[in-house]
Protein backbone atom coordinates (compact mmCIF):
# COMPACT_ATOMS: atom_id res chain seq x y z
CA UNK A 1 0.00 0.00 0.00
CA UNK A 2 1.51 3.34 -0.91
CA UNK A 3 1.20 5.80 1.74
CA UNK A 4 2.94 9.20 2.06
CA UNK A 5 3.03 11.59 4.95
CA UNK A 6 2.63 15.44 4.89
CA UNK A 7 5.20 16.99 5.84
CA UNK A 8 7.42 13.99 4.89
CA UNK A 9 9.73 12.02 7.73
CA UNK A 10 13.75 12.81 6.80
CA UNK A 11 13.72 8.87 6.71
CA UNK A 12 12.50 5.70 7.78
CA UNK A 13 13.88 1.92 8.44
CA UNK A 14 12.23 -0.59 8.60
CA UNK A 15 13.57 -3.43 11.27
CA UNK A 16 13.41 -7.04 12.15
CA UNK A 17 14.99 -8.41 15.67
CA UNK A 18 18.79 -9.52 16.28
CA UNK A 19 17.76 -12.26 17.08
CA UNK A 20 16.12 -14.71 14.73
CA UNK A 21 16.50 -11.67 11.91
CA UNK A 22 14.50 -12.48 8.70
CA UNK A 23 13.38 -15.80 10.51
CA UNK A 24 9.16 -15.27 9.31
CA UNK A 25 10.42 -14.84 5.62
CA UNK A 26 12.58 -17.96 5.45
CA UNK A 27 9.66 -20.00 7.01
CA UNK A 28 7.61 -18.81 4.67
CA UNK A 29 9.58 -19.14 1.80
CA UNK A 30 11.49 -22.62 2.59
CA UNK A 31 15.25 -21.11 2.62
CA UNK A 32 17.46 -23.48 1.80
CA UNK A 33 20.16 -21.86 4.66
CA UNK A 34 16.87 -22.48 6.99
CA UNK A 35 16.76 -25.75 6.07
CA UNK A 36 20.05 -27.07 5.98
CA UNK A 37 19.72 -26.32 9.95
CA UNK A 38 18.07 -28.97 12.25
CA UNK A 39 15.99 -26.79 14.48
CA UNK A 40 15.10 -24.44 11.06
CA UNK A 41 13.82 -27.77 9.40
CA UNK A 42 11.93 -28.74 12.24
CA UNK A 43 10.58 -25.39 13.09
CA UNK A 44 9.88 -25.04 8.85
CA UNK A 45 7.99 -28.53 9.12
CA UNK A 46 5.40 -27.28 12.18
CA UNK A 47 5.30 -23.73 10.90
CA UNK A 48 3.63 -25.37 7.65
CA UNK A 49 2.30 -28.75 9.19
CA UNK A 50 -0.38 -26.85 11.59
CA UNK A 51 -2.24 -23.85 11.47
CA UNK A 52 -0.40 -23.62 15.09
CA UNK A 53 2.80 -24.57 14.37
CA UNK A 54 3.77 -20.58 14.24
CA UNK A 55 2.54 -20.21 17.99
CA UNK A 56 4.55 -23.51 19.02
CA UNK A 57 7.69 -22.19 17.49
CA UNK A 58 7.16 -18.12 18.93
CA UNK A 59 6.85 -20.58 22.22
CA UNK A 60 10.12 -21.88 21.77
CA UNK A 61 11.55 -18.90 21.03
CA UNK A 62 10.21 -16.81 24.33
CA UNK A 63 11.40 -19.63 26.26
CA UNK A 64 14.86 -19.56 24.89
CA UNK A 65 14.91 -15.91 25.79
CA UNK A 66 14.17 -16.13 28.97
CA UNK A 67 16.57 -18.37 30.42
CA UNK A 68 19.58 -17.87 32.28
CA UNK A 69 21.88 -17.54 29.37
CA UNK A 70 19.71 -16.88 26.18
CA UNK A 71 21.24 -18.10 22.78
CA UNK A 72 20.06 -18.35 19.47
CA UNK A 73 18.44 -22.10 18.21
CA UNK A 74 19.20 -21.73 15.30
CA UNK A 75 23.18 -22.29 14.73
CA UNK A 76 23.61 -22.14 10.86
CA UNK A 77 25.82 -19.11 10.29
CA UNK A 78 24.50 -19.40 6.34
CA UNK A 79 20.92 -18.88 7.77
CA UNK A 80 21.55 -15.38 9.14
CA UNK A 81 23.63 -14.56 5.96
CA UNK A 82 21.20 -15.75 3.62
CA UNK A 83 18.34 -13.21 5.96
CA UNK A 84 20.67 -10.42 5.52
CA UNK A 85 21.67 -10.88 2.00
CA UNK A 86 17.50 -10.69 1.15
CA UNK A 87 16.99 -7.69 3.29
CA UNK A 88 19.80 -6.02 1.49
CA UNK A 89 18.73 -6.65 -1.61
CA UNK A 90 15.40 -5.25 -0.90
CA UNK A 91 16.81 -2.13 -0.07
CA UNK A 92 19.11 -1.84 -2.42
CA UNK A 93 15.62 -2.51 -4.76
CA UNK A 94 13.88 0.35 -3.12
CA UNK A 95 16.56 2.75 -3.29
CA UNK A 96 15.92 6.01 -5.43
CA UNK A 97 18.86 8.38 -5.07
CA UNK A 98 17.33 11.68 -4.81
CA UNK A 99 14.05 10.55 -3.77
CA UNK A 100 13.41 7.72 -1.56
CA UNK A 101 16.91 6.05 0.96
CA UNK A 102 16.31 2.86 2.10
CA UNK A 103 18.00 1.59 5.32
CA UNK A 104 18.51 -2.20 7.07
CA UNK A 105 19.01 -2.55 10.39
CA UNK A 106 18.26 -4.62 13.36
CA UNK A 107 16.75 -3.92 16.76
CA UNK A 108 18.99 -4.70 19.75
CA UNK A 109 18.58 -7.73 21.74
CA UNK A 110 16.84 -7.05 24.96
Not at 49 to 71: K, L, M, N, R, Y
Not at 77 to 91: C, G, Q, V
Request: charged residues 20%; negative net charge.
Amino acid sequence: MRTQLVPPLGFLVVTDHAEYFGLASQLINGDQALLDDPIGKRWYDMFHGSSHGGDAIFQEIVQGCVTAQPQELISNPAAKRSAWKRHIALAEANYEPGKFSAFIGFGPRI
